[in-house]
């Protein structure tokens, strides 16, 4: 069955740095276009960013442009979300999803980032 | 952005009875394709997101079919013919047409 697993979650100072790591099993990771989601204590759903089964391309929130990457790693089967310039409004659970049908259908567990100082 | 707007926000429900959740996208959801990307996730609470519904109107597989949605272009709703207790968490609209891809506020749904 299909598996979604984030790490690599915690507590960072705001301007550092995080890398997230979803490893994904169950699918072809190199067939769908993936997703993370995030959403801050007690808020609802934001969208931060997509790749496509590829790579060749990828888009991002507003609000994180030019500040997070993702990526994947085709050989390990990880989806990678690389937060640089940390802020105290990135602190949220981070979910991983795979696109099925135009949309998120399997989801993570999520792992929270807390930016703090 | 294309923004979301869902009503009510919260939407409190008595058992066995039917409940309706309404979204609204300020642009037209409709692609090229023919297709019309708006989809609806429902959270239990202390839970991941789960998607219930796809392109408007396609079921999940495992998902019951009290649950329905319906709607075009930019005007779209959730309907859940019989509230059981496990329908209890926040439900979301999210768009996939445009990019930034964007969520709705969501609605709570809870027991009267």
């Known amino acids: 069955q299909v598996q979604l697993v984030e790490s690599g979650g915690g507590v960072v100072q705001p301007g550092r740095s995080l890398r997230l790591s979803c490893a994904a099993s169950?699918?072809?990771?190199?067939?769908?276009?993936m997703h993370w989601v995030r959403q801050a204590p007690g808020k609802g759903l934001e969208w931060v960013a997509m790749t496509s089964y590829d790579e060749s391309s990828k888009y991002y929130a507003n609000s994180v442009e030019g500040r997070f990457t993702i990526s994947r790693d085709t050989s390990k089967n990880i989806l990678y979300l690389q937060l640089n310039s940390l802020r105290t409004e990135d602190t949220a659970i981070y979910y991983c999803?795979?696109?099925?049908?135009?949309?998120?259908?399997?989801w993570g567990q999520g792992t929270l980032v807390t930016v703090s100082s | 952005d294309v923004v979301m707007t869902q009503s009510p926000l919260s939407l409190p429900v008595t058992l066995g009875q039917p409940a309706s959740i309404s979204c609204r996208s300020s642009?037209?959801?409709?692609?090229?394709?023919?297709?019309?990307?708006l989809s609806w996730f429902q959270q239990r609470p202390g839970q991941s997101p789960r998607r219930l519904i796809y392109k408007v109107s396609n079921r999940d597989s495992g998902v019951p079919d009290r649950f329905s949605g319906s709607g075009s272009g930019t005007d779209f709703t959730l309907r859940i013919s019989r509230v059981e207790a496990e329908d209890v968490g926040v439900y979301y609209c999210?768009?996939?047409?445009?990019?930034?891809?964007?969520f709705g506020q969501g609605t709570k749904v809870e027991i009267k």
């Open positions: 169950g699918f072809t990771f190199t067939d769908y276009a």
């Open positions: 642009q037209s959801l409709l692609y090229t394709d023919g297709n019309t990307y």
């Open positions: 999210m768009q996939t047409r445009h990019w930034p891809q964007t």
């Open positions: 999803a795979r696109v099925v049908n135009g949309s998120p259908k399997n």
